[in-house]
């Protein structure tokens, strides 16, 4: 069972920067791929970046390509999501979400997700 923790939401200008943390409990943190969804107002949930367990290279959406950094510290059990140039529509709750390597999940599907810390970027 893996806990995820997500904080550093708030609001901002549009323009501003905003860095998300993930916090993890147990002991094969690194062995998960790690990635962050967002859920706007009325909108499905959608990818924004997926970072392998490997260590190698990290996916993002096309909207937030160029804008979002994701990164992992697997010393500190922890994902991170570093947003430049925010705009109003990457106003959304973020998620955190975790999924073995192991796991028979594949695609967007993961095995566990945190509650969400809401990011709202002002006009």
């Known amino acids: 069972q893996v806990q995820l923790v997500e904080s550093g939401g708030g609001l901002v200008q549009a323009g501003g920067s905003l860095r998300l943390s993930c916090a993890a409990s147990g002991r094969t943190f690194s062995t998960y791929n790690m990635a962050w969804f967002r859920q706007a107002p009325g909108k499905e949930r959608e990818f924004v970046a997926h970072i392998p367990w490997t260590g190698g290279k990290t996916y993002y959406a096309d909207s937030v390509k160029d804008r979002f950094t994701a990164s992992r510290d697997n010393a500190k059990n922890s994902v991170y999501l570093q947003m430049n140039s925010l705009k109003p529509e990457d106003t959304a709750v973020y998620y955190c979400?975790?999924?073995?390597?192991?796991?028979?999940?594949?695609?967007?599907?993961?095995?566990?997700w945190g509650q969400g810390t809401q990011v709202t970027v002002s006009s």
């Open positions: 979400a975790a999924r073995s390597r192991y796991s028979t999940n594949t695609g967007y599907r993961y095995d566990y």
